[in-house]
């Protein structure tokens, strides 16, 4: 199986919110975005986590009609994704989620929620895939305000997935997720006709990641890895 990214050196800047919620959210592969009708919107925070270090947080939202805030990101399926999940108050406010426009799960009213971490696992299925998580006010004006927390979204794809973590004017730092255990080398090539290894060791992914260094080549270059026995 192969995979391949064409890589030119232009400088590429995410804003400090974006970065803050990868930190938060434990996926550097991932690519957040985020809307709300009320403030505060998502944003990372140390008080309440899963983990013990960080979660993105939405609230203190004010219980007003209408009121809602979205934390999404894209992915390529088919793959594994899993997240945990918290809500203050179950009975005024609702967490939800969906993968395109199918909503996967809920937490709030309707449910009979849990005011306690969950984690929640899903199949996404083959293509690209929008993932939303909402957070909205059912109890109109007057009601308590409310909050809600995300943390550790992992996102493992069936097959193996790049994404540049750092570069400078010698080399690239790459990530490579997949398959637990699947074993890959990286190749690069200039025309898309002729390929070469690069000249570091293959890479076994452990629990579904490993990193790479792998030196630059040119100004403009080709990568791709393939699994190898």
Known sequence: MILSMTLEWHAHADTNDSLELRE????????????????PGWRRQFDETHDGVDAAECGLQAGVVAALS????????????????????????????????NVAARNGPETSGSTNWEQQVFTIPPGPQNLTWLFQTWCGDGSPLGRAWLDEVKYIPERPALAVLAHNSDSLTVEVT??????????FSTNLLEWESVPVPQLTLINGRGVLQVPKSGSKAFYRVVTVP
């Open 70 to 101: 979205r934390i999404g990101t894209s992915v390529i399926g088919p793959g594994k994704l899993s997240f945990w999940w918290k809500t203050e108050d179950t009975n005024c406010f609702e967490f939800s989620f969906s993968a395109g426009t």
């Open 24 to 39: 938060a959210l434990d996926d550097t592969n991932l690519v957040w975005t985020t809307s709300s009708t009320t403030d």
């Open 178 to 187: 997949g398959p637990a255990g699947t074993r890959v080398q990286a190749e």
